[in-house]
């Protein structure tokens, strides 16, 4: 098809009424369409009243009862009367017409292509008939052989609007919206006038490709020849404004509609849920059973996705009962609709369940199965289901990689994605850019450089995604070089956004912090950095992890501005920040503020009281939280259990209850993580015997993190005998984290087997692993400012070491005195306090109080947990030096003021 060689949209569009022209939109770059003439032909279809646009919405219309939702056909009613096509009225030809039609219809019910074709053959023997030709098209169309009915197209000598449409819908549909738009000009250049069907197909094209400037064009047509009332007009008209983020468009289309049938909702209802205006879905689904309209299975799909969306645990419900009320619970696509919202807000019981009821199902209904377990942590189960698909495809493929991911499963994921290439499945962006984050999961350098290999190779590191996700693997991996050499090789056509994100995060994750904030504050000013909802998410976490508080502050207000905080994954970023940097007030006010809560939300506010170790406020956060009816996940249940250590009333009772409830109640295993917060929380109160009984009657083998649990409840406690036990088995275990190797050895040392302690800490050499050093980093005017022990890099360190000699001094005097067992060598002990003095902590301190103006407390960061010695130095510092220190370190806030912490000495 030749394209039409006239004009661009853009330069003809100021003569042609808009119908919006009060609020016009943002046009996308123009297309080298012509412009619509808003000539009509001398008699023109007269509609019963003229329809007009106007800027209020009233629902108010009377609306008739339901009628049957529009279909974009491509095969409209044949709008000539008379049933035989034959000029001369032959009863015989009349016969084989009619016949031949029958036959056309039969191929297309069944799918059969050769019988169309042997009729075609038949046609072509009879003398031309453009009703014959038409249905010839259709029938071609409904098999998808695109091309034939094409050719069938461009033999007809005189096509009418009938076999335009066909055509153009045809087009439409099977993804050539150029050629569908070229056709619908063609038509009109051949003094051929559009219908109502016509308008529905042109509007389809518009719709798969978003243009939106066309389609207003379309738009003004529509009204000028006198559609506008026909509901399949503006239902597709709703559709494309819908499609183009012009919600504003759509509901004036909507509010006009003199007549609406259901499928009109179902358009508007769909348009709002996919701009996240779920509260505006739900009153327009109220009004819609307040008219009297029956429901189909597209209401009931849509209103599921704006339930998952908005976590409305209690409207999803009432939805089911009307799924089941008006007999739709077993159409497939309202099935589907409903396991990803129970996936979302309910239980794997619920979600098990209603896949055994489901009387079909499908490969979406498979993957969404898949990604359900992997959403409620069940990998195996994920795997299990996965195996017993009857057919499966890319999608479901990619539900398990993704699945693998983020359960931590990067080794399984890697085999997962040897398997597709071997078996050639089809590699999509999303199959890529997983299986370059699992080689990020599993830190290994090597292996990294393997897959990033294999991403040149192919030449797909130029996809925004999968270049993003190398970087991302790359700052994981500590190949900050690459990184560095990724980011300035970006192509400069692409949007740098989200590149930038990650090498922020990549900056901040490998202890680089003043590169990270220096980098965002260069490109912020350049406005190259787009605070969108991700880099926004991505940027507060970041002010959260250095306790980067004026700066987190900005990002708040710059969300405000732009209308991106009720975001739902904004604002919780928002509450973590603020209750990461000393002020649970305002993280507790942004979640008062937020529209709507997902369980992100929730579990983000019970973290922040953890952090402040303020117990009984989180169990208040758990009491409202169960009366919302959203279902809390295993996140949730580590806080809340890990919370009943911070209570001021003994609560073991009720934590142990708890525990007890969470597979009979709320349908949760509990895994190793849950086990290490009961343990620890039996710990803090004594109950050490208890505690080492319920790790052997566990169902399962425990991780190391159950007996590091409890190792460090026998520190708090003194409790040297069940310690050795635990150390024997920590040992045992052989684990791979380094940590528990650094804990042992210190154990070893305190207690003088200055021996033990050597040999754990030469394998921990042998194996390979490095202990993560502490560090304790502070801000101040908008800088960063790093301490490592006994470091002497900070430009004013001969300052902040003769403070720090004095103030050990002072403390001494008022009655500090070093605690020396947990220094890992055998020095003298004069050395031994010359290693305590300098650590990290003492001097972020020191400099907080040189640098700090009088009575402004002193706020530091710490990565790792305050050392017993330091934190009874920061008790007597804040005495002597009459100031409030507050730390946060591994365990949480620490809040010393007059010679006491709020941690009352158990963290």
């Known amino acids: 098809m030749n394209a039409v060689s006239q004009p661009t949209i853009a330069a003809l569009l100021p003569p042609l009424p808009n119908p919006f022209s009060n609020h016009p939109p943002k046009p996308p770059p123009p297309h080298s369409y012509p412009s619509l003439s808003l000539s009509v032909s001398p008699s023109p279809p007269k509609p019963k009243s003229k329809p007009q646009l106007h800027t209020h919405l009233n629902f108010s219309t009377s609306l008739p009862t339901q009628s049957r939702p529009p279909i974009l056909t491509a095969d409209p009613p044949n709008p000539n009367p008379n049933p035989n096509p034959n000029p001369n009225g ?170 609406r049938d259901i499928a009109s909702w179902n358009t508007i209802m769909s348009s709002l849920v996919n701009e996240f205006m779920h509260d505006k879905a739900f009153e327009l689904f109220s009004e819609l059973l307040q008219y009297g309209y029956v429901v189909d299975h597209i209401t009931l799909s849509t209103l599921f996705t704006a339930c998952t969306g908005s976590n409305a645990f209690i409207e999803g419900q009432e939805t089911h009962a009307l799924a089941v009320k008006t007999g739709l619970e077993g159409n497939l696509s309202v099935g589907n609709a409903l396991i990803a919202f129970y996936a979302k807000c309910g239980s794997v019981r619920d979600v098990t369940a209603l896949f055994k009821r489901m009387p079909t199902r499908d490969v979406i209904t498979w993957t969404e199965m898949i990604t359900a377990y992997m959403d409620f942590g069940l990998v195996d189960s994920a795997v299990e289901m996965f195996d017993q698909m009857p057919e499966s495809n890319s999608f479901s493929y990619n539900a398990v990689l993704v699945g693998f991911c983020q359960n931590g499963e990067g080794l399984r994921a890697l085999d997962l994605f040897m398997k597709m290439v071997k078996d050639g499945v089809e590699l999509t962006e999303i199959t890529l850019t997983s299986v370059v984050s699992a080689f990020g999961l599993l830190m290994d350098c090597k292996s990294s450089e393997q897959i990033h290999g294999f991403v040149i190779k192919f030449g797909l590191d130029s996809n925004a995604c999968i270049g993003a996700a190398l970087l991302d693997m790359c700052t994981r991996c500590g190949r900050m070089g690459d990184a560095k050499k990724l980011f300035h090789q970006w192509p400069t056509e692409q949007e740098k956004s989200i590149i930038l994100t990650s090498i922020i995060g990549g900056y901040a994750r490998n202890g680089q912090l003043d590169e990270a904030i220096s980098i965002f504050h260069q490109y912020q000013s350049e406005g190259i950095m787009v605070m969108d909802e991700v880099a926004s ?74 952090l402040h170790k303020q117990g009984d406020e989180a169990l208040a956060v758990w009491s409202k939280m169960e009366k919302t009816g959203i279902k809390p996940d295993k996140i949730t249940f580590i806080l809340i259990i890990s919370a009943h250590r911070h209570t001021n009333s003994n609560s073991v009772d009720n934590c142990r209850s708890l525990f007890l409830s969470m597979k009979a109640v709320y349908d949760i295993e509990p895994t190793s993580e849950h086990f290490a917060s009961f343990i620890s929380v039996l710990g803090s109160w004594g109950l050490l015997d208890e505690a080492e009984d319920t790790i052997s009657k566990m169902p399962f083998e425990p991780e190391v993190s159950v007996w590091r649990a409890l190792l460090d409840s026998c520190r708090i406690r003194m409790n040297t005998t069940v310690g050795k036990r635990v150390v024997k088995s920590i040992l045992a275990m052989e684990p791979k984290d380094p940590s528990s190797y650094i804990l042992v050895s210190n154990l070893y040392s305190a207690s003088g087997r200055w021996h033990c302690s050597e040999i754990v800490r030469d394998n921990m050499r042998k194996k390979g692993f490095r202990k993560h050093p502490g560090r304790s980093w502070i801000i101040h005017n908008n800088e960063i400012h790093p301490f490592y022990a006994r470091d002497k890099s900070h430009p004013l360190a001969n300052d902040i070491y003769s403070g720090l ?32 003095y300098y650590h990290s902590a003492k001097l972020a301190a020191t400099y907080g109080l040189l640098t700090n ?55």
Request: glycine share 8%; hydrophobic share 40%.
């Open 90 to 259: 032959s009863d015989q030809t009349h016969y084989i017409f009619s016949h031949l039609l029958d036959l056309l219809r039969l191929s297309a019910r069944h799918g059969d292509a050769e019988l169309a074709k042997a009729v075609h053959a038949s046609i072509l023997k009879l003398q031309e008939d453009t009703h014959l030709g038409n249905a010839l098209v259709s029938a071609y169309l409904k098999l998808g052989l695109v091309s034939d009915a094409y050719r069938v197209f461009q033999s007809l000598s005189c096509p009418n609007v009938v076999s335009y449409t066909a055509l153009v819908s045809g087009f439409a549909k099977a993804g050539r919206e150029e050629e569908a738009v070229e056709l619908f000009f063609r038509m009109r250049n051949s003094g051929i006038e559009p219908n109502e069907y016509s308008f529905v197909a042109i509007l389809t094209a518009c719709i798969r490709i978003l243009e939106l400037e066309l389609g207003l064009q379309v738009h003004a047509l529509v009204i000028k020849m006198g559609y506008l009332d026909c509901v399949f007009v503006s239902n597709a008209l709703m559709g494309l404004y819908g499609k183009c983020s012009c919600l504003d468009y759509a509901l004036k289309v909507f509010d006009e509609l003199p007549h």
């Open 537 to 610: 998410t991505s940027l507060l976490g970041l002010c959260g992890t250095l306790g980067y508080h004026e700066l987190g502050k900005q990002i708040h207000s710059h969300a405000i501005k732009y209308g991106i905080l009720t975001d739902v994954g904004v604002g919780n970023a928002t509450i973590s920040m603020y209750t990461k940097c000393w002020n649970m007030d305002e993280g507790v006010k942004i979640f008062s503020m937020m529209p709507t809560h997902d369980i992100v939300s929730w579990n983000v506010l019970l973290a922040g009281y953890l």
């Open 853 to 907: 103006k009088p009575g402004k407390p002193i706020r530091f960061v710490k990565n790792i947990v305050l050392c017993g010695d330091c934190h009874t130095f920061l008790k007597y510092m804040s005495i002597v030096a009459k100031r409030a220190i507050h730390v946060r370190d591994a365990s949480g806030f620490h809040y010393f003021s007059n010679g006491q912490c709020s941690c009352k000495d158990y963290w």
């Open 805 to 836: 000699e004095i103030l050990i001094v002072e403390c001494m005097k008022a009655g500090y005195v070093p605690d020396t067992s947990f220094v890992l060598h055998e020095v003298e002990e004069h050395q031994k306090k010359d290693f305590l």
